[in-house]
């Protein structure tokens, strides 16, 4: 049996009941296709009350496409020997008839918050919808408050909240009608620590209270917290299932051993994610690039920092901050490319932020107060703290493009914040930034190649395939448009181009958390291959615990726009002093 495209009308289905103890999801022999293209290939689902299914796997592997054909919103042909949602006929369902079982009998968080809520309408409106359709009274405020949204974010547009908030009123949109199945694509991907452990909380409590949920994530700590079973997909088709505990504890696959060993929770901050993805990056240049996501970012070496190898953080309110330790002068130094303006410096840091107040304009209170951050060469700074701590805002003072109230930055020793822009043009090529959203930051009529030409400030086709190969990408690659990539090797691009400018400083906001689990891992490898290898020092924003152990030599925590500690992450988040730190560690999701 087969349903036509999404949207095509068919034979109207009148959603029934489910049947007391019968499976609220059941499929059976379940594919999708696209123009002929089979991208969900025979798979078998079954979710009954009271339980939850992770459905976990890489970009492309069919994890959203499967979650839309439940839905009804493929887009494509639908096919299978059995499909029964919420105890309808799923097959035989109209577009009129979908739209009773959509909101009311089955909610859904699609991982696009912004393009899933209405420009126009404020937010609440869009939350009560699906409970004002199926005649259900609403407590909208206790709802907002559940999801960790202040009540009055019901009065504001999505353009007005942020990627977080976005998310949490969808997650409520979702819940509003008390659904007997939720759809989560993604739910957590733009939340903070502790708002995650919020939601994911949310959601396990509606399923021990009897609803049902597929759980859609590259998180697989998250799925573990939240999930009964897993699921893990490859290129459409599930190649194991089981008990969730089990299966992360010991997969049976290949694809599940890959995707549990590239969470970084675990693994100690020298050691390759992925070691066999690829080479070493003494190996790069003779490799010729490594083609798709399968790039690898090479082996472990050492890691640059010697003595004076030192970050140090200070400043806020409670605890006193922790002092770092000296990098270990065993360790030795390789370094493949010099910045001179600021190796000459020596023990001189390459980036300080000294006691700096920032406001935006209009604001009543400052959103960074009197924060110290001190990075050297070949050392990474981790910057953690909630939504709307000041993270991002800490990041562009660095870079200069947000004003000052109090304070100053310091780059290479010398005044950076104080100068006009006119004479910090000349030396931005010191600093280059990546970004969380690649795709938005690049020109959308360039090629890649034409993105790095830019960045180089020069047509140079070979230096265009060089900075290829130092992320482990084809020099085909620069002939392709980037929305025809995938997230992972835009990523790269986006490393490329920051690259390009030769920088000292690598200033991150958010590089990996939109990534799946093994391509999130070889971006953290090949950060790490490059500051071995440049002596590059890296200011990295994130909101992941698990990024920010594995990846940082340092952290700084920030709660409310102070950094209420900081010093080594390993000593910080063994012993931390300050509760609110404490609060974030218990509030990380986990393998184990």
């Known amino acids: 049996m087969s349903s036509e495209t999404a949207g095509a009308a068919g034979t109207a289905g009148t959603p029934g009941r489910p049947v007391a103890g019968a499976s609220v999801v059941s499929a059976r022999g379940l594919r999708v296709a ?68 959509r909101g009311r009998r089955v909610g859904t968080v699609l991982q696009d918050a912004l393009g899933s809520l209405d420009p126009l ?21 206790a709802l907002l408050r559940s999801v960790g949204l202040d009540p009055a974010a019901a009065a504001r547009r999505p353009d007005e909240l942020s990627g977080g908030m976005r998310q949490r009123a969808l997650i409520a949109a979702a819940l509003a ?126 890691r640059p920092g010697g003595a004076a190898g030192v970050v140090r953080a200070t400043g806020g309110r409670g ?5 770092a330790p000296g990098g270990d002068p065993t360790r030795a130094t390789r370094v493949g490319v010099v910045v001179p303006s600021l190796e000459a410096a020596g023990g001189t ?16 209170a400052p959103t960074v107060v009197g924060a110290s951050l001190r990075l050297e060469r070949g050392r990474t700074l981790g910057l953690v703290g909630e939504s709307g701590s000041g993270k991002s805002t800490l990041l562009r003072a660095a870079a200069g493009l947000v004003p000052l109230e ?38 959308p009529r360039w090629s890649v190649g034409t993105i790095l030409t830019d960045a180089l400030g020069r047509r140079d086709a070979r230096a265009v395939e060089e900075l290829l190969e130092s992320v482990h990408l084809p020099a085909g690659v620069a002939g392709a448009h980037p929305r025809t990539l995938s997230g992972g090797q835009r990523q790269r691009v986006a490393i490329a181009r920051a690259l390009a400018v030769r920088p ?24 790490d291959e490059l500051q071995e290898e440049r002596g590059l020092a890296i200011l990295l924003v994130s909101h992941d615990l698990g990024v920010i152990r594995h990846a940082s030599d340092e952290l700084a925590v920030l709660d409310g726009g102070t950094i209420v500690e900081s010093g080594a992450t390993e000593a910080v988040l063994a012993s931390p002093r300050h509760p609110f730190t404490r609060e974030l560690i218990e509030a990380a999701p986990r393998l184990r």
């Open 406 to 443: 109090a304070g100053e930055v310091r780059l290479g020793g010398e005044a950076w914040s104080a100068l006009p822009e006119r004479r910090r043009r000349k030396r931005r090529r010191e600093l280059a930034m990546i970004v969380q959203d690649p795709l938005g930051s690049f020109e």
């Open 177 to 302: 009608a008390d659904p007997e199945l939720v759809i989560a694509d993604e739910p957590t991907t733009a939340l903070d620590t502790t708002r995650q452990a919020v939601v994911l909380s949310l959601l396990r409590a509606r399923v021990d209270a009897g609803g049902a949920l597929l759980f859609i994530t590259h998180d697989l700590a998250a799925a573990r917290r939240v999930a009964d079973e897993v699921a893990i997909m490859d290129a459409g088709r599930i190649v194991e299932r089981g008990p969730v505990a089990e299966v992360l504890a010991a997969p049976a696959s290949a694809e599940g051993r890959r995707l549990v060993a590239s969470v970084p929770w675990e693994r100690p901050r020298c050691e390759r994610l992925l070691p066999d993805a690829g080479g070493s990056g003494s190996a790069a240049a003779s490799r010729g690039g490594g083609g798709g996501d399968a790039g690898g970012a090479g082996t472990a070496g050492t």
């Open 121 to 141: 309408r404020p937010v609440g409106r869009e939350v009560a919808d699906a409970a004002r359709l199926a005649g259900i009274p609403l407590d909208l405020p």
């Open 319 to 323: 605890a006193g901050p922790g002092e």
């Open 34 to 101: 696209f123009d002929g293209v089979q991208v969900v290939r025979g798979i078998d689902l079954s979710i009954a009350p009271g339980t939850c299914l992770a459905l976990v796997g890489e970009s492309g592997s069919g994890k959203s496409v499967t979650a839309r054909a439940l839905v009804g919103l493929t887009g494509g042909s639908v096919a299978a020997d059995e499909l029964t949602v919420a105890g309808a006929d799923a097959l035989s369902l109209s577009e009129r008839a979908w739209r009773s079982v």
């Open 349 to 364: 840091p390459v980036l300080e932020l000294d006691r700096v107040s920032i406001r935006h304009r209009g604001a009543e």
């Open 504 to 527: 000292a400083v690598l200033l991150c906001d958010e590089p990996v958390s939109a990534l799946d689990a093994s391509v999130q891992a070889r971006v953290l490898d090949l950060l």
